[in-house]
């Protein structure tokens, strides 16, 4: 035989064989993650646009909660001034 027709080294073979699995994988795993990524992004949006109408929601409420805490304050002085006015006037 001659050298032109001699095989290569088993480890070269291995080596040559786990490099190209490797590159495969790689690039399998890059043609899945490209194509995966839209509707992935669609998801978040779609989640994004749930949860901005719940904050929205959210604030409502705290909203309306503070306008009838702030309804009920108002009463709460109202009554005290009129129990000090009354107070007052019985003490006279």
Request: with cysteine; charged share 20%.
């Amino acid at each position: 035989m001659s050298d032109s027709a001699a095989l290569p080294h088993p480890v070269t073979l291995t080596l040559s064989g786990v490099g190209a699995c490797a590159g495969a994988v790689a690039l399998l795993t890059y043609f899945t993650v490209y194509s995966v990524l839209p509707k992935r992004m669609d998801m978040v949006e779609e989640n994004n646009k749930v949860q901005d109408v719940k904050i929205s929601e959210i604030q409502q409420d705290a909203a309306q909660r503070r306008e009838m805490l702030a309804a009920a304050l108002a009463t709460l002085q109202q009554i005290d001034q009129r129990t000090q006015r009354i107070e007052q006037h019985i003490l006279k």
